[in-house]
């Protein structure tokens, strides 16, 4: 069966501070994944993408990067962290094509202070 | 740019009733809508598919409707729980295109006893 992990589930950070999420998928080949990340009491915003390795689509023109170095493997990354990085990140997967359901990781709650 | 749109952030129902969530999207096409369900601190969990060409499915005590003159979806929860309480997300899947998949802001339900 498939699964999906994501770490680490929080994280406090200071201003300025670099950012790696990790996020991994077991079970299934060549899946779309996403980063999606979510304010208190909002819904989810689609940060960025990928339908393969090495391809990133982004929404959000922002602080943060993606990439995808490995087929099961997509990473988040900040340079710099800014107060406003604050949120709670969410990966998923699905398999490729439409009409397919997302599944998500637990997701990392952070703080940025 | 595609936009979803829900219409109401929270909900307040009595145990027992039926409870009736709204999303709309902008035009798109073909249009799949899915349907979320995601407690506090953890991310969605996958309800529903409806496609543009079907007009209703049914699971359990779940039903989802499609209007495509309206563009819209309802989604309903019949017989509700206070174990319903959650917030639901509707998705616009653009995965035909690219892989997008785009949430709206959610609707928090709250069901009394």
């Not at chain 1, 790696?20 to 819904?43: D, F, H, I, K, M």
């Not at chain 1, 990140?89 to 997302?102: D, V």
Request: hydrophobic share 35%; with cysteine; glycine share 8%.
């Amino acid at each position: 069966s498939q699964t999906i992990h994501q770490w680490p589930a929080t994280l406090v950070q200071p201003v300025g501070s670099p950012l790696s999420l990790e996020c991994t998928v077991e079970g299934t080949s060549n899946p779309n994944l996403y980063w999606y990340r979510q304010a208190a009491g909002r819904g989810l915003q689609l940060l960025f993408y990928s339908v393969g390795i090495g391809q990133i689509s982004s929404e959000v023109p922002q602080n943060l990067s993606a990439s995808r170095p490995q087929d099961r493997q997509f990473i988040l990354s900040s340079k710099k962290l800014l107060l406003s990085d604050s949120g709670f990140y969410l990966c998923a997967w699905s398999e490729t094509g439409a009409a397919t359901e997302a599944f998500f990781g637990q997701g990392t709650r952070l703080t940025v202070v | 740019s595609q936009k979803i749109e829900q219409n109401s952030e929270a909900l307040n129902i009595q145990e027992g009733k039926t409870a009736t969530l709204t999303c709309n999207y902008t035009n798109y096409s073909p249009a799949y809508l899915q349907w979320y369900r995601q407690d506090p601190g953890r991310g969605p969990v996958f309800l529903l598919l409806i496609r543009e060409n079907e007009k209703e499915k049914r699971k359990e005590r779940l039903k989802v409707t499609f209007d495509t003159t309206l563009k819209q979806s309802l989604f309903h929860i019949t017989a509700s729980q206070p174990a319903d309480s959650a917030t639901y997300l509707c998705a616009l899947d653009m995965r035909n295109q690219g892989g997008k998949l785009i949430f709206g802001q959610g609707t928090e339900l709250s069901v009394k006893p």
